[in-house]
């Protein structure tokens, strides 16, 4: 069965670095989404991706985030200064269609920022 | 808005006893709703969905049906086992007036004993 898969699973970085994390979601999906859960807290929305261009995004996605998909497999989430408060699992989620269909988690990343 | 409210936990029960983890939503629109699943140390797994009014969500023994009446989507199992130990998220997509993001509730954990 197809999977989202991301890498790495682990990153640790310090404070005030650039990281990129990477997801491969499903080969025919067109809809792309980042997601964040701060330790021991809710599934909080970043960022939807579709047809090349951010379709909806929340608070939490300031300047200091981007999206991208370099090519026609990988989607990336590139936090260009990271915060403390950044330490947090990054899930990447795809889905073939929007809205309705359920959306196909990845593993996640585990971010920590020292 | 859209938000999802579900009963705080832990809940503690033992094996084959009956779960039941209420959820309510506030939504515009018609949403579709979803129970996911995160086993310790793992990423999100869909357990179950429905899309519309009255619609009944199954898999592995677990059900939750929508009730528009009572905006609620509660998980039900009847006999619990240890290897559903885990954290349950009840989720809603709201839809083409809302977005397709993924809003999740805070989470309940749920420990099993033998």
């Known amino acids: 069965e197809p999977e989202v898969t991301q890498t790495p699973s682990h990153q640790v970085t310090q404070m005030g670095q650039e990281v990129i994390l990477r997801c491969v979601p499903i080969?025919?999906?067109?809809?792309f989404y980042w997601y964040r859960q701060i330790l021991g807290q809710k599934v909080e929305f970043l960022v939807s991706f579709y047809n090349n261009e951010i379709s909806e995004k929340s608070e939490i996605f300031d300047d200091q985030f981007s999206v991208e998909r370099p090519d026609g497999s990988n989607f990336t989430l590139k936090i260009r200064s990271t915060k403390l408060e950044d330490s947090a699992m990054y899930f990447c989620a795809s889905t073939p269609l929007a809205g309705g269909y359920e959306q196909y988690f990845g593993p996640g990343t585990r971010l920590t920022v020292t | 808005g859209n938000s999802v409210t579900q009963m705080e936990g832990p809940v503690t029960l033992s094996e084959e006893a009956f779960l039941t983890i209420n959820c309510t939503y506030t939504a515009t629109g018609y949403p579709s709703l979803f129970w996911y699943v995160q086993y310790p140390g793992e990423g999100l797994q869909l357990l179950l969905k429905?899309?519309?009014?009255?619609d009944k969500g199954s898999n592995k023994g677990f059900e939750a049906t929508y009730r528009k009446e009572t905006t609620s989507f509660h998980l039900e199992k009847g006999s619990v086992q240890v290897s559903d130990s885990a954290v349950y998220f009840c989720a809603l997509t709201p839809g083409n007036t809302g977005g397709f993001k993924t809003i999740f509730g805070a989470g309940t954990r749920l420990f099993v004993k033998a």
């Open positions: 080969s025919n999906h067109l809809y």
């Open positions: 429905a899309t519309k009014a009255d």
